[in-house]
Antibody, heavy 120, light 110 residues
Framework: QVQLQESGPGLVKPSQTLSLTCTVS??????????WSWIRQHPGKGLEWIGY???????YYNPSLKSRVTISVDTSKNQFSLKLSSVTAADTAVYYC????????????WGQGTLVTVSS | QSALTQPASVSGSPGQSITISCTGT?????????VSWYQQHPGKAPKLMIY???NRPSGVPDRFSGSKSGNTASLTISGLQAEDEADYYC??????????FGGGTKLTVL
């Protein structure tokens, strides 16, 4: 059973960089065939896809966030990470890491989500 | 503003059937058979309920079904149960991005 777990600071100051890591267990990122994404959910709002990374390191970002987003992978630790720069209060959200078996394919495994608050 | 349009809320009584719509364009819902539906209970991560318009993952009750007509996809829940009360989100592949979501629909079981 694949499990994903987000970790990182729950509080980030405005203008700083939000950094989160997703640890995958029960399956290897480097086995290929899957896309590893980040999605966020603003409080009481809908879902917004942020971007994905493939085990090879290739990435694809939501055009609306592309200028501020970096997603990276560390196959040796079976982790992938999100960095979102120049954050504002509008970036306050629950951030989920998740897996799909293709670009545009459904998300079959989700992390539990982690709330990140942007505040001074 | 979400890319896909869903009703903010729907309601039904136990045992009844309800349908949630998800309206997009020919660049997303209407152009591809890659519509998914997710169920989210408060404080929990979303759960995949329907994929590729009408397919159910293993373990999802057959009370849940999906369909599509033109630019509108639909999720139907028959034999409504109290545990079905949750938020539901649709998602679609698009010509400009792998995934876009609807704004979500709150289902209330009366």
């Amino acid at each position: 059973q694949v499990q994903l777990q987000e970790s990182g600071p729950g509080l980030v100051k405005p203008s700083q960089t939000l950094s989160l890591t997703c640890t995958v267990s029960g399956g290897s990122i480097s086995s290929g065939g899957y896309y590893w994404s980040w999605i966020r959910q603003h409080p009481g709002k809908g879902l917004e896809w942020i971007g994905y990374i493939y085990y090879s390191g290739s990435t694809y970002y939501n055009p609306s966030l592309k200028s501020r987003v970096t997603i990276s992978v560390d196959t040796s630790k079976n982790q992938f990470s999100l960095k979102l720069s120049s954050v504002t209060a509008a970036d306050t959200a629950v951030y989920y890491c998740l897996r799909s078996y293709g670009s545009g394919s459904p998300f079959d495994y989700w992390g539990q989500g982690t709330l990140v608050t942007v505040s001074s | 503003q979400s890319a896909l349009t869903q009703p903010a809320s729907v309601s039904g009584s136990p045992g009844q059937s309800i349908t949630i719509s998800c309206t997009g364009t020919s660049s997303d819902v209407g152009g591809y058979n890659y519509v998914s539906w997710y169920q989210q209970h408060p404080g929990k991560a979303p759960k995949l309920m329907i994929y590729d318009v009408s397919n159910r993952p293993s373990g999802v009750p057959d009370r849940f079904s999906g369909s599509k007509s033109g630019n509108t996809a639909s999720l139907t829940i028959s034999g409504l149960q109290a545990e079905d009360e949750a938020d539901y989100y649709c998602s679609s592949y698009t010509s400009s991005s792998p995934w876009v979501f609807g704004g979500g629909t709150k289902l209330t079981v009366l």
